[in-house]
């Protein structure tokens, strides 16, 4: 029974209900998407810091070794590098020991190479360092110029260390070294290129640890997007699933992003080490 003299209270009509509702929904609408921006810049800030680390790692072993790691190899006939020759397995494998990872390069269990996660070989905007499909996976690859043996790029076939930082003839703050490599979303761990460790890959055509760029039609290929298909074809391409473009380190321990709209020719450039050819940067 209400007191004698206090104020009836009011319920909220319908019309209210629904404005107050929709408020909320505007301000949900408004919200996610800067939250995905600030994840988003958190998780290329982590990538940045990945590439800055690898390039240092390589710069480590070529004061050690005086040549850049190889990049793998398989003997004729073989679809992999033989388990029994450390020398052909790929340049990732070989980095080891300059990313605070010894005891890894120095396991004799195999099973515990091939799925081991490596944290700093994982791009985060793209997936979770783990084993897919029972076998750790690498998201970066070395830069193996125009050529499908990585002859003109930085990362070599090859089942001994090479390349001499003096052999990047165009400098090497104009010359790639690893940028993220672009995968099948939808086939972590199965996608050919994606479908084995790659310290043992060696340099089989699957190009697990590896990318370039080349010619269709005429056109230099760029970096691309992320993909999500049916299909396990192998990908040459660089690419991430980051929202304008790759981050690349380049020769000279130096780490930038190169957009999907970069010009094909100075991108091509900028993965061939020795055509002596400026790069023009504008369109980076």
Same mark, same amino acid.
């Given at each position: 029974?209400?007191?004698? *003299?206090?104020?009836?209270? !009011? ?41 800055? %680390? ?15 790691? +190889? ?13 029994? &020759?450390?020398? %052909? ?11 605070? +990872? ?24 793209? !997936?979770?360092? %783990?084993?897919?499909?029972?076998? /750790? ?20 076939? *090859? ?24 995968? /099948? ?16 890959? *060696?340099? /089989?055509? &699957? ?7 080349? +010619?269709?039609? *005429?056109?230099?290929?760029?970096? +691309? ?5 049916? %299909? ?19 020769? &000279?321990?130096?780490? !930038? ?16 080490? /020795?055509? !002596?050819?400026?790069? &023009?940067?504008?369109?980076?």
């Amino acid at each position: 029974m209400r007191q004698r *003299g206090s104020t009836p209270r !009011r319920a909220f009509t319908l019309i209210e209900l629904l404005v107050v509702i929709a408020i909320i929904a505007i301000l949900i609408a408004l919200l996610v998407p800067a939250v995905q921006r600030v994840r988003e810049a958190a998780a290329r800030t982590q990538c940045t810091n990945n590439l800055k %680390q690898i390039a240092l790692a390589f710069h480590h072993f070529h004061d050690v070794i005086k040549r850049l790691p +190889q990049g793998g190899w398989n003997p004729p006939g073989a679809s992999a590098a033989d388990l029994n &020759d450390r020398r %052909q397995w790929g340049w990732c494998y070989h980095l080891l020991p300059y990313i605070e +990872q010894e005891t890894l390069y120095n396991s004799t269990n195999i099973a515990t190479l091939r799925t081991t996660p490596i944290a700093l070989y994982y791009c985060p905007s793209r !997936r979770r360092p %783990q084993d897919y499909n029972g076998h /750790n996976v690498i998201d970066y690859g070395g830069n193996a110029g125009s050529k499908t043996d990585g002859a003109n790029g930085v990362v070599v076939r *090859g089942f001994e260390p090479v390349l001499h930082l003096l052999d990047i003839e165009d400098g090497t703050s104009n010359t790639l070294m690893v940028a993220e490599r672009q995968v /099948n979303l939808a086939k972590f761990g199965t996608n050919i290129d994606d479908n084995e460790s790659p310290f043992f890959s *060696g340099w /089989n055509g &699957d190009w697990d640890h590896y990318r370039r760029t080349w +010619q269709i039609n *005429g056109v230099w290929q760029t970096p +691309q997007p992320d993909y999500r298909s049916t %299909q396990t074809d192998p990908s040459e391409r660089f690419g991430s699933s980051h929202r304008n473009g790759i981050v690349a380190a380049f020769a &000279d321990g130096s780490v !930038r992003m190169i957009s999907f709209s970069v010009d094909p020719v100075p991108f091509m450039r900028a993965c061939v080490r /020795n055509d !002596r050819q400026p790069v &023009d940067f504008s369109s980076f």
